[in-house]
């Protein structure tokens, strides 16, 4: 079946560590975006895609990267710059040009300070 | 300040009940989605609604738009255990790019 692929699950950041979220899809859609959600909280738009080698910050984007070398993944890397960087990562994938098509998402990466 | 507030932040009720849940935006939009969201998991698409509709239903749930006060409405009929989720709308402004979201409201429903 077609959908978006978050791994892993559960990952652990060390002190000055950059680590890097992995967000595949097989809808072929072109729009790819990047969540972060804080407990009891709705989820801030990090970065987004709307085609492949193009990528726009979003509200929150200091302290993360992303690249889009291709049309199905989005990784999103989270810097030692993040000082904050505990949270729920949510990726989400849609049919670009279509504003009124649904976002599709992952099952989401927790991420921990160690 | 955000786009879509939902209202109330947490709800609970029996099973059987129906559950009514608020969300308020600022800017004109082109459509209002609402979505849901089980512990620990992503979200799941339930209902768009465009800004020319007043009221979509889909199976148990009926959703009413009234863009004159800009606000939504998600209505749950007859609601299950299954439906404890958190329940999330988001709008997409007009001229803009991407979806916002509101905060959440928390729905229990009690066996």
């Known amino acids: 079946d077609g959908g978006i692929t978050q791994s892993p699950k559960y990952l652990f950041r060390k002190e000055g560590q950059n680590v890097t979220l992995s967000c595949e899809q097989n809808l072929n859609h072109d729009a790819m975006y990047w969540y972060r959600q804080d407990p009891g909280q709705g989820l801030r738009l990090i970065y987004y895609s709307q085609i492949v080698n193009d990528f726009q910050k979003g509200d929150i984007a200091e302290g993360y990267s992303v690249s889009r070398e291709k049309k199905e993944s989005f990784p999103l890397t989270v810097t030692s710059a993040q000082k904050n960087p505990t949270a729920f990562y949510l990726c989400a994938s849609r049919s670009a040009g279509y504003s009124n098509q649904p976002q599709h998402f992952g099952d989401g990466t927790r991420l921990s300070i160690l | 300040s955000q786009q879509g507030e939902e209202d109330p932040q947490a709800l609970s009720i029996q099973e059987g009940e129906n559950a009514t849940m608020n969300c308020s935006y600022k800017t004109s939009i082109n459509n209002l989605q609402w979505y849901r969201q089980n512990s620990g998991r992503g979200l799941v698409h339930l209902i768009l609604?465009?800004?020319?509709?007043r009221e979509k239903h889909s199976g148990r749930l009926r959703v009413t738009l009234d863009t004159s006060k800009k606000s939504s409405s998600l209505l749950i009929t007859a609601s299950r255990a299954a439906d404890t989720a958190s329940y999330f709308c988001a709008t997409h402004p007009n001229g803009g790019q991407n979806f916002v979201f509101g905060p959440g409201t928390r729905l229990s429903v009690l066996p």
């Open positions: 609604i465009r800004s020319n509709e």
